[in-house]
């Protein structure tokens, strides 16, 4: 705990945090892929690390140390499972509900974990997947 108090007094958290090493490398895998993008696209990247960002780290790619940051926590996710098995799950693959045929929950919240990026694009799959399997299944109707 931290000797510091709160507006009613109360002991403040101390609050310390790592990001893993599997974190770490996904965060340098996304850099890299960015870096392709945008050589690709001659772009140029205006994307700066704050000194003393304490989840920055310094990472080798291509010989030479770069300083990477998470830079998360937009985007919430994982509050419902997508699974072929309604008793661990709460929709199937077209993001139905197991116990509701007629209700969808449709967003990034079937998502167990997520990538080091924005979740944009796979959610986006997912939405017109299922936009497909509801067009499909109202045609049967």
Known sequence: MSSAKDALGLPRPKIAYDLSDYTKQGIAAAFCLKKLIFAKLGAEDFTRT???????????IDGKTVRLTYGGAGHVMGTYRMGDDPKISV??????SHDHANLYLVGSGT????GTANPTITLSALA????????DDFKRV
Do not use: C, H, M
């Open 128 to 135: 017109l997947r299922t936009a497909d399997s509801i067009v």
């Open 111 to 114: 998502f167990p974990t997520v």
């Open 50 to 60: 704050a000194d003393g960002d304490p989840a920055g780290f310094d990472q080798v």
């Open 91 to 96: 929709v199937n693959s077209f993001q139905r």
